[in-house]
T-cell receptor, first 116, second 113 residues
Framework: GAVVSQHPSRVICKSGTSVKIECRSL??????MFWYRQFPKKSLMLMAT?????????EQGVEKDKFLINHASLTLSTLTVTSAHPEDSSFYIC????????????FGQGTRLTVV | GDSVTQMEGPVTLSEEAFLTINCTYT??????LFWYVQYPGEGLQLLLK?????DKGSNKGFEATYRKETTSFHLEKGSVQVSDSAVYFC????????????FGGGTRLMVKP
């Protein structure tokens, strides 16, 4: 199957700093990628839909100025957590769907963010 | 909008027990149905899928049948192993690649030796 690579897998940062998470589709093009957040023992919550070449669409309650999303190419989307705080500590997962027609969604391996 | 109701966990079973995790959904149109698995500390992996009514998806001993009449996609395995301990997510996925996925709440399975 297609591969989505997410980097880094783990990151620890200090409060007030920013962290960038990359999501790459390695062998297919994805005009749309999705960013999810997972709280401990909870399901995935969609944060935003990332569209190549345009602004991301954020879900209600997600601060777009805090979670900056850039989808600069058909194979790369980035999520930047700005001015991180301990409550931003979570597991972030991206997914992409092949625009060629397959319905399956491919997921990155996730990024565990810890803000200290 | 689309929604998924998934059996709440945790589900604790002994090795070789029979597993059923229920999943029902509401969706506009005719989605494909997926089960994803998340092992501890990892991201999601596709477990199995079914793209049309009465299709049965299967993988690693797990099975699920697309039941359009009951809008269900229950996951089953005849004999679970300790290595099956993970969180399982049910997800109907629209056929439009731009549409987001809707996940069930996830069911944590714990298999004891």
């Amino acid at each position: 199957g297609a591969v989505v690579s997410q980097h880094p897998s783990r990151v620890i940062c200090k409060s007030g700093t920013s962290v960038k998470i990359e999501c790459r589709s390695l062998d297919f093009q994805a005009t749309t990628m999705f960013w999810y957040r997972q709280f401990p023992k909870k399901s995935l919550m969609l944060m935003a839909t990332s569209n190549e070449g345009s602004k991301a669409t954020y879900e209600q309650g997600v601060e777009k100025d805090k979670f900056l999303i850039n989808h600069a190419s058909l194979t790369l989307s980035t999520l930047t957590v700005t001015s991180a705080h301990p409550e931003d500590s979570s597991f972030y997962i991206c997914s992409a769907r092949w625009t060629g027609g397959e319905t399956e969604a491919f997921f990155g391996q996730g990024t565990r963010l810890t803000v200290v | 909008g689309d929604s998924v109701t998934q059996m709440e966990g945790p589900v604790t079973l002994s090795e070789e027990a029979f597993l059923t995790i229920n999943c029902t959904y509401t969706a506009t149109g005719y989605p494909s149905l997926f089960w994803y698995v998340q092992y501890p500390g990892e991201g999601l992996q596709l477990l199995l899928k079914a793209t049309k009514a009465d299709d049965k998806g299967s993988n690693k001993g797990f099975e699920a049948t697309y039941r359009k009449e009951t809008t269900s996609f229950h996951l089953e395995k005849g004999s679970v192993q300790v290595s099956d301990s993970a969180v399982y997510f049910c997800a109907p996925i629209p056929n439009n690649a731009g549409n987001m996925l809707t996940f069930g709440g996830g069911t944590r399975l714990m298999v004891k030796p």
